[in-house]
């Protein structure tokens, strides 16, 4: 890293720029082969980097084989700085995860991006959320799954995608066999047909690697989601589905318990924001209590559901042991549910950071108050005081499982 350092202040030097003092710190207290250069660290002191100053770090990074995560959140990036992102991309044989989220990259960025993954050989992960590519990028990013066979994971969430850039992921997908995970959530769709979601489902029926599929906020009604369970009947590889944020209702958590009921690879779903109600809820719960049902962790946060659903489910985790999270918040505690996961926390059958309720007491009553953690709780920022593994607990359920694939590799099959 002092390396790094000398080389960062040669670089400014030569470009006639003044040295950032967040890069120096950052660069002065990286050692794990990773730079946070995030945007909006309160703890920190300067400004957020501007296009010049990831000209510096490009040129500063270009050739260099100890830096493998790079972080740049929350950054005041345009598309001008995009090109030297998109250098470092193309030059770079070590990068292995690349965050531009909440940046101000638009078509003509993530074109320069798209074009620079062509060649490379190393990238991972790229996260490009919250910044507005709109239709054009998103198709510049499909395209380019369709050369690229290094990259697993791709997050273009909150880009203003519309239909036709989401159809187009799920159509190179049909082929791609590298992307082991996608969010193509909050697209802007206006048509009510549900397109993206039919693609997705045919998609799902050929795809074998697809691991992680993310669709909240697309509008999904119970249409859309018995198009979409139809296809995981037949999917062996999926084991996380996100269709938070959107409209099912009974009849889609019937569909998706039946999946539960012949799924072998299912293992996380979120379903918060939606409405399944007490009924839902109750076939999830038949489905839960079923000796081969696989699945590990299910937020129903905020579903309009009642004592009779809330105590189904409840019901249902004392049966099977293979549910081990579960997230209720923003249902309709009485007191008879606060008893009840009372009981499964203290029985020490429900941890309590797996949940998102923690009982307490007054005068004789029991109550459940909301707790921090989560499937995804720290989706857009990460705290730094809090257990990571609680609020996000799909991501270390997720690790844990890809540790255990690489063991058993048979194990999903």
């Known amino acids: 890293m002092v390396d790094i350092m000398n080389r960062y202040l040669t670089v400014c030097a030569e470009e ?24 909006n660290d309160q703890l920190k002191n300067g ?27 929350y950054n ?4 001008k700085g995009a090109v030297y992102v998109a250098h470092l991309i193309q030059e770079s044989k070590s990068l292995q995860s690349l965050d531009l989220m909440c940046n101000n990259i638009e078509a003509d960025g993530a074109e320069v991006i798209a074009k620079s993954l062509h060649t490379n050989k190393s990238l991972k992960t790229l996260r490009m959320t919250g910044n507005k590519i709109g239709n054009e990028g998103g198709m510049q990013l499909a395209a380019m799954l369709k050369i690229n066979a290094t990259l697993e994971e791709i997050d273009v969430s909150d880009c203003d995608l519309a239909t036709q850039s989401v159809i187009a992921f799920a159509i190179v997908l049909k082929n791609n066999r590298g992307i082991r995970a996608i969010n193509v959530s909050r697209p802007l769709i206006f048509s009510l047909q549900e397109e993206t979601t039919v693609h997705m489902a045919q998609m799902l029926v050929v795809n074998k690697t697809l691991r ?55 293992e996380i779903l979120d379903l918060s924001f939606n409405r399944i109600e007490d009924d839902g809820a109750v076939y999830l719960s038949e489905a839960i209590k ?124």
């Open 212 to 266: 992680e599929l993310h669709m909240g906020k697309h509008g999904m009604t119970d249409t859309g989601v018995e198009r979409l369970c139809e296809a995981l009947k037949l999917n062996t590889s999926l084991c996380y589905l996100d269709l938070r944020c959107n409209r099912i209702t009974r009849d889609g958590a019937k569909c998706l318990s039946e999946v539960l009921n012949q799924s072998r690879s299912l």
């Open 47 to 73: 400004d957020r980097l501007t296009d010049d100053d990831v000209l510096v770090l490009s040129k500063t990074l270009v050739g260099n084989s100890a830096i493998k995560g790079l972080d740049l959140r």
């Open 290 to 413: 079923l000796p081969h049902i696989k699945l590990k962790a299910l937020s129903v946060t905020s579903n309009n559901i009642g004592k009779k659903g809330l105590l189904s489910l409840n019901k249902a985790m004392s049966v099977n042991s293979c549910l081990t999270h579960i997230y209720i918040w923003g249902n309709k505690l009485e007191e008879p549910v606060c008893m009840a996961f009372s009981r499964l926390i203290s029985s020490g059958r429900l941890l309590e950071e797996h949940t998102d309720v923690s009982p307490y007491e007054v005068d004789g009553h029991v109550f459940l108050a909301e707790a921090s953690h989560g499937l995804c709780r720290h989706y857009y920022w990460r705290s730094r005081y809090r257990d990571e593994d609680s609020s996000n607990s799909a991501r270390a359920l997720m690790a844990s499982d890809s540790l255990a694939l690489q063991i058993n590799p048979d194990s999903h099959s």
């Open 76 to 79: 005041c990036i345009t598309d």
């Open 16 to 39: 006639q720029q003044p040295p950032n003092m967040c890069v120096l710190k950052v660069l002065e207290d990286s050692s794990d082969g990773s730079l946070k250069l995030t945007g």
